[in-house]
């Protein structure tokens, strides 16, 4: 079984930044894709960033690209994003996830493994 457990979330001025981390336990993070997703109030959950398994194929939201960076640390069973020049749009609840393949997907119901969220609040 993989487990997901994200950090970093918190409270951040209009500008500011924060970097959210998310361990992967249970399997190597190295078989599986690895994405951010984030769920504002009232709003249904929606893809930010996502790496394959390699590190070297990345996609991003258009909302967030130029701002927020997604990494992975395989040998840390690690992915991060990484998010500068926050605005108060992107106060939502960030969550990991896992899927296997080899193709990109930016569809919360292709990923099979989920954290339990971190809150990002931005002010204005």
């Known amino acids: 079984q993989v487990q997901l457990v994200e950090s970093g979330g918190g409270l951040v001025q209009t500008g500011g930044s924060l970097r959210l981390s998310c361990i992967v336990s249970?399997?190597?993070?190295?078989?599986?894709?690895a994405a951010w997703f984030r769920q504002a109030p009232g709003k249904e959950r929606e893809f930010v960033a996502t790496?394959?398994?390699?590190?070297?194929?990345?996609r991003y939201a258009d909302s967030v690209k130029d701002r927020f960076t997604i990494s992975r640390d395989n040998a840390k069973n690690t992915v991060y994003l990484e998010m500068n020049s926050l605005k108060p749009e992107d106060t939502a609840i960030y969550y990991c996830?896992?899927?296997?393949?080899?193709?990109?997907?930016?569809?919360?119901?292709?990923?099979?493994?989920w954290g339990q969220g971190t809150q990002v609040t931005v002010s204005s």
């Open positions: 249970g399997r190597p993070l190295s078989n599986y894709q």
């Open positions: 996830a896992a899927r296997s393949g080899l193709e990109f997907a930016t569809s919360s119901g292709a990923y099979n493994y």
């Open positions: 790496v394959l398994w390699s590190g070297k194929g990345i």
